[in-house]
């Protein structure tokens, strides 16, 4: 029988703090085909997410009935690439107080760290499953410079540095899974801020990067263009309720979309079964993709 096996494999995933986002049903999925997965919170958000899980009131379950909790969750902010890139407003705002190596580079060394001696010693599988546009309410005509950099910054940079410093311990044949929106490729009304800018750039960097991190690492990169989900980062946006319900109504696939479908996909994509996959951003939306017209428009009725 062919089986989706990543037992003894060591993942992380980064951008995790609530059970209704797409990173925790990756890591659930991960850790359900036997992977250890190790996780990255946003500093602001760490409190709530451990207080959360520590009270039991995440959903934790894995198909046939076991419980999953990460191996270890890391405070991880990746609009910085090392400590001396954070402003003093931040490493002193209360938020992050008493934290200590949550920038990218130090993520990894102490990743690097903790892996060895533990299942291949190598980090097998990357996930970037974070964006952040401050300014993302706002119509691209009407972003900041400061507001368009930040959501660069945030939400396409982080994966070049991530694969930057994790590339180097991560295993000859691992892993790395990002999440962008069809708004890369699309005008989306509504979804602003530089934010499609960076997922534009998000997806042409995972073609450049899985040429570049497969010669020089020899790990495979892909993307997932998911449809809409009602996360936590989605309500940002300000109408994703209808954005779900519009997609239900249109796509191919008549259903709403679940973060169990992108969980599902993603441990594919991270599998010996996508061996041969790189370079390519998967859409994982019901199909709406493929859709060059609304499928409840007045045009398909009869006068
Ligand atoms: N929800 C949707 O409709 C949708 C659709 C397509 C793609 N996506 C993408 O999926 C990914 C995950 O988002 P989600 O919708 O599951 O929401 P989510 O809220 O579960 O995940 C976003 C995470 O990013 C974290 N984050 C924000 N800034 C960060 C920073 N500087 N450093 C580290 N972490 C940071 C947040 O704390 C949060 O945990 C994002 O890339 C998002 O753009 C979402």
Redesign the pocket.
Known sequence: MLSLDLSGKNAFV?????D?????AIARHLAAAGASVRV??????LGI?TKSLERGKLDQSLPGGSEWAPTKIYP?????DAPEDVPADVSENKRYAGLHGYTISEVAAALAHDLSGEGSGRLDILV?????GPEVQNDLLDTSRAGYLAAMG??AY?LVSMIQRFGPIMSADGAVV?????AAERAIPGYGGG?SSA?SA?EGDTRTLAFEAGRRFGIRVNS???????????KA?GT?ER??DYYAQNAPIQRELE?DH?GAAAAFLCSPLAAAISGETLHVDMGYHAMGMIADTDLLTED
Do not use: C, Q
């Not at 980064?14 to 609530?18: C, E, K, M, S, Y």
């Not at 991880?76 to 910085?80: G, I, K, S, T, V």
């Not at 263009?225 to 989605?234: D, M």
């Open positions: 980064a951008g995790v703090a609530d209704r986002g797409f990173g925790w990255g919170t946003w500093p602001p958000a997410f991880l902010d990746a609009e910085y970037h499953s974070l964006a952040n945030a939400s982080s990002s999440l962008s929106y069809l934010m997922k998000l997932i263009s998911a449809g809409p989900l009602a996360s936590r980062a989605a946006i994703i954005m779900v973060a992108v």
